[in-house]
């Protein structure tokens, strides 16, 4: 299990021409589960995402200080199995490391179960995903406004 975090102002993830989901200030983040994980690595996962220190602290101005529950921010979290895309050999990348064909379903139980241990840990109006707010396996667009700091 992986993931790639983006600090944003804002994100959504857009479905047939419909925003399902959106946030204001806080994290997006790629979940990606292979066929190796199981719940176990849910919770390492989760407080990592949630502990994580990618914030200024406002009162001193100082980088990397605090993390998106300091900063009371939202999680948009969007299931991307081509994180463990394999794309070392040649140039097509080979899927077989993902659950997104051949274990289809145990992904979709894997990823709602993060979700909600996400909820648990933090604020569950503050996370927003798929099972919910979305559709598992769909065409997405996602969009985002990156916070970047000089």
């Excluded at 605090?66 to 899927?95: E, R, W, Y």
């Amino acid at each position: 299990m992986g993931a790639v975090l983006q600090r944003v102002a804002s994100a959504s993830v857009t479905v047939d021409g419909a925003v399902i989901s959106e946030i204001s200030r806080g994290l997006m983040v790629l979940v990606g589960i292979g066929t190796d994980d199981t719940i176990a690595n849910i919770e390492v996962l989760t407080n990592k995402i949630l502990q994580i220190h990618v914030f200024d602290d406002p009162a001193t101005g100082s980088m990397w200080k605090q993390s998106a529950k300091d900063i009371n921010g939202d999680v948009l979290c969007v299931s991307q199995f081509m994180l463990f895309a394999n794309t070392h050999k040649g140039n097509k990348p080979d899927f077989h490391r993902t659950t997104a064909t051949h274990l289809y379903q145990k992904s979709k139980e894997i990823y709602a179960l993060f979700l909600e241990r996400m909820g648990k840990i933090y604020k569950p109006e503050k996370i927003k995903g798929q099972p919910a707010h979305g559709k598992f396996g769909a065409m997405m667009n996602v969009s985002l406004t990156n916070e970047v700091r000089d």
